[in-house]
Every structure is written in structure tokens, then in C-alpha cells.
């Protein structure tokens, strides 16, 4: 027997006819957040036309403009408000949880997007918004970039559900009831997706979380010269993400680390909102509940540098997942496929925990077994001591793209296609999301009540496979279930 099986067993499973081999079974405010100094001009990836702007408390956002200059004023043609739920819904999500973080929460009724005049210098506009008594940030509207995957070979199989250290103990997590993530919600935040292929039957009811009239059609990439097919590379890539966490456990294609929970879809582009991640993720905190798990397959230039790093690098994303995680959920974030150091100087402390911690787990990408340099950190992968785990960077074996395979009666169906090589910090992120929504449906399914995300997060830390290679370049350990599933604590007797 395994080392470490018996023990986790002893408490977990409370009848040897739980014991499966297969895939059966259950189907704030606080420290001040760091920020960069303002642009002299607007820096790749940001908007020229359109501003964030995050008030000081007590300023009256329903006129955000009567406290401005007439320099200012005029500048703006437009204003709404950053986040789409009703005030009411904000201020609960605010105080009802806080308690959980132990530090106050940002009010996110304060932050307002402005469109600005033909003409303006939004530059100049910014560096004057800062010295407005009542501004407290003031920042480029973001716009989306590519989401974080990159070309491979297809050589390498789905070893990612094996055991550790190779694999993440998925097979073993699948054995004990919740361990294949029944019980959990996964929000998958990003761009695209089809969710009818095949072997995605948990997404073919899926309704997508928007507002009201608003579509996720993407009219903000024609900005940044995208040329076609951008919709269907963007669709391909959530089908990837969402074949590794939730596909079908049956006999055929793949099966998904998470086969048993269910998904959640929330663009980050809209045609009505344009690019705001931070609003999707606070519809899918509305939606959702404590233990659920909200996926940020998102990427954005960091630390005054064209490289991808972490998207909470947006402060309305970093406030928004603190919102999140107040209210119990889990939030996985890839780190960005830009190769950064997020320790050094030129990110003003934004990714330093002591300075501030938004509560999501931030996962860099880390070479598999067949690579010959196992659990060391891919060269695309930023890094630093704000990266918590790691998941495989390469060779992720998964649906969509059709690289691997088309049906042969109908190729050019992509509700057939697999790929053999989705990689980057997408697919590492997509393993570690679907690593800790197992871990909470074990914890479910145990009490009745999820882990909260700190300690989530602590125990994956703690109990997974460290990293190898050079650790001054920290990406994390790569998730252990097995170990990690020991520490869940009995809510019922564990006598078998």
C-alpha cells in the first residue's frame, strides 16, 4: 500500500465499498495596496480613450464629476460605474463576510470607469486626476490580452492526474467521497469557450454570467490588431481549460481532474462592458458560494514591463478578489506567461505578501516528468515569493484545438478536437483549480462545510511536491491530494 493511503482512508472513507479504482462515486482594505507610479504616457495593453478611477469614501459616485476641476470635467464625455451589481448587492458582499479576513473590505461601489473626450491625453489627465483630494486611484482602463498558453509538441499524456510527484494524486482524490469536486462550483473567467463539445457534457446547459443584453463577443481586440481567427483561438483555449478540470469521466477522450463539480462561465470581455475582469468576478461571487472555486485564466503586463505577469497587478481585480475570498471562495490565478521576477524592485512591492495579499492562490507553470526536469519552472513562467503552487506548463493532454485528433467523419467538428499540448500558466492553473475544488468537495462531503481559501491555500502549500531546479526562482510545490486530503478533519465518526 502506498504510503500515507491507509491513514487518509482511516478518516475519509467510512465503508470499503467507498474505495474505488476508477472515476465512480459522488458525481479588504487592510495595508495599502502598492502602486505604480503614473505613466507618462499610456503603456501597451492600456486603453488611450478610457480611465479607472477608485473614489475616496464618502465621495458621491452617483456624480462622480462635481468634486472634479473644469479641466477634468470636460475631459470626460461618459461615466458608469466599474461594477454592474446594484450598490445594495456590493455593500453586502462587503460587510457580511469580513469577519472571515479579519481586515476591512474595499468598497467597490467607489470605483467608476470614465470615457474620455476625442483628443484628450489621458497621460496628462491621469497625473492630474492624481492630485484630486477625493481620488484615491486613478489608472488606464486595461484592455484583454492574449489569454496565457503558448505552442508544444504533443508527446506527453495525462499523467497530471497521477500519482505524486508526478501527477497531482487526481485518481486517488476521485476514491473518497467529494473527491472529484461534487459539492463545488468552478468559475472559469476568461474569454471563450464551447461548451458543446462532446466530451463537456457539464457545460452544455451552462448559461454565461453577463448582465442583462450584454454578449461576451470580444470588440475590444481589434485595438490590439488581433487579426482572425482571435474568437476561435480564444474559444479553443477555454474549451482546453475546461476539458482538464470537468471532461467527461467515461471510456472515451479525457477526463477531467474535477469530473464531478460543476462549472460556471464568466467572460472577461463583453460587448457592453468592454474589458473588465473585475465585474466578472464579482458576478461570479454573486453566483456562487462559500467553497467554490473562481479560475482567473487571465493574464496582464507587470512591473512597467511589456511581460505578463499576475492579473491582480489591476488594483480592481486585486480588490475585487479580496471580496471574493471573504466570502469563502477560492480564487486561483495563473502568474503569467512573461517570464518576470516579481520580487524585483521595478514591481513597487505590488506582488509582495507583506505589503498586500489579495488571498488568491497564484499558480506558475513547472515542467512534467517526461520533460526530464520535473518541477522545475518552465522559462515562460513569472516567478517570485507571491507564487504559491505549480502545475504542469507543458504537454497537458486535453479537449479542444485538434491538434491530437479530429473525428475522421467530421474534422472539422471542434466538438471532436483534442489537443496534446496545451500549456503555459493556463493549463498549470487549470490543475491547481481543479486540485482545490476536489479538496473542498472532500471537505464537503466530510462536515458539510468547505475549507476556508486561506487555509486552502496553506494546505496545498504545505503538503504538495516541492519544486526542483533553481528555488531561487520560486514557483511552488505542485499539489499533493493525497497528502493534502490527511488534514481535512473528520465532521463524523471515521469508524469504518
Not at 502568474?335 to 516579481?342: D, E, F
Not at 514557483?475 to 491530494?481: A, D, E, F, Y
Request: with cysteine; charged share 15%; hydrophobic share 35%.
Amino acid at each position: 500500500m502506498r504510503p500515507g493511503y491507509a491513514s487518509v482512508l482511516a478518516c475519509l472513507v467510512s465503508s470499503a465499498l467507498l474505495v474505488m479504482t476508477g472515476c465512480g462515486g459522488d458525481s479588504p482594505s487592510g495595508p495599502p495596496v502598492a502602486t505604480e507610479a503614473t505613466p507618462q504616457t499610456i503603456p501597451p495593453g492600456y486603453s488611450s480613450k478610457s480611465v479607472h478611477v477608485k473614489f475616496q469614501e464618502g465621495t458621491n459616485v452617483e456624480r462622480p464629476l462635481e468634486g472634479l476641476p473644469p479641466n477634468l470635467r470636460n475631459a470626460v464625455v461618459s461615466h458608469n460605474k466599474l461594477f454592474s451589481l446594484p450598490e445594495q448587492k456590493l455593500n453586502e458582499l462587503r460587510f457580511k463576510e469580513r469577519g472571515r479576513v479579519g481586515t476591512p473590505l474595499p468598497d467597490l461601489n467607489l470605483w467608476v470607469e470614465m470615457t474620455l473626450q476625442s483628443g484628450t491625453d489621458a497621460a496628462t489627465f491621469l497625473a492630474e486626476m492624481k492630485h484630486v483630494s477625493n481620488v484615491e486611484i486613478a489608472a488606464p482602463a486595461p484592455l484583454p490580452q492574449p489569454p496565457p498558453w503558448i505552442p508544444s509538441d504533443f508527446t506527453r499524456k495525462q499523467g497530471y492526474l497521477d500519482p505524486a510527484s508526478g501527477g497531482v494524486e487526481a485518481r486517488f482524490s476521485w476514491t473518497i467521497p467529494g473527491g472529484n469536486g461534487h459539492g463545488v462550483t468552478i468559475y472559469d473567467i476568461e474569454y471563450n469557450w464551447l461548451r458543446t463539445h462532446d466530451d463537456l457534457t457539464t457545460t452544455g446547459g451552462v448559461t454565461l454570467l453577463l448582465n442583462p443584453g450584454d454578449t461576451n463577443y470580444p470588440p475590444g481586440f481589434e485595438e490590439l490588431e488581433c487579426t482572425a481567427p482571435c474568437d476561435r483561438i480564444n474559444r479553443e483555449h477555454g474549451t482546453a481549460v475546461l476539458g482538464a478540470m470537468v471532461a467527461d469521466c467515461d471510456t472515451r477522450g479525457v477526463t477531467g481532474i474535477s469530473w464531478g463539480a460543476k462549472i460556471g462561465l464568466a467572460p472577461a470581455n463583453t460587448l457592453n462592458l468592454g474589458y473588465n475582469p473585475a465585474n466578472a468576478i464579482l458576478l461570479a461571487v454573486s453566483n456562487g458560494s462559500a467553497g467554490d472555486v473562481i479560475l482567473l485564466e487571465q493574464q496582464y503586463p507587470v512591473c512597467g514591463l511589456p511581460d505578463f505577469g499576475p492579473i491582480e497587478v489591476l488594483p480592481s481585480v486585486f480588490d475585487a478578489i479580496q471580496i471574493a475570498v471573504a466570502q469563502g471562495l477560492v480564487v486561483i490565478e495563473a502568474a503569467g506567461n512573461g517570464g518576470v521576477n516579481l520580487d524585483q524592485a521595478a514591481c513597487s512591492g505590488v506582488f509582495n505578501r507583506t505589503v498586500q495579499d489579495s488571498g488568491a492562490i497564484i499558480v506558475g507553470a513547472g515542467q512534467p516528468p517526461s520533460s526530464g526536469a520535473d518541477r522545475q519552472r518552465e522559462g515562460f513562467s513569472s516567478f517570485g515569493s507571491r507564487i504559491d503552487l505549480q502545475g504542469w506548463g507543458s504537454g497537458v493532454v486535453t479537449t479542444g484545438y485538434g491538434d491530437l485528433y479530429r473525428d475522421p467523419d467530421r474534422p472539422a467538428d471542434p466538438g471532436f478536437w483534442y489537443t496534446g499540448g496545451f500549456n503555459g500558466t493556463s493549463s498549470a492553473a487549470a490543475i491547481v483549480a481543479g486540485a482545490a475544488a476536489n479538496l473542498q468537495g472532500i471537505a464537503l462531503a466530510q462536515s458539510g462545510v468547505p475549507l476556508p481559501p486561506f487555509q486552502t491555500r496553506t494546505l496545498l502549500v504545505q503538503t504538495g511536491s516541492p519544486q526542483l531546479g533553481n528555488i531561487a526562482e520560486p514557483i511552488g510545490p505542485r499539489p499533493n491530494l493525497l497528502k493534502a486530503a490527511a488534514h481535512i478533519p473528520c465532521g463524523r465518526s471515521c469508524d469504518p
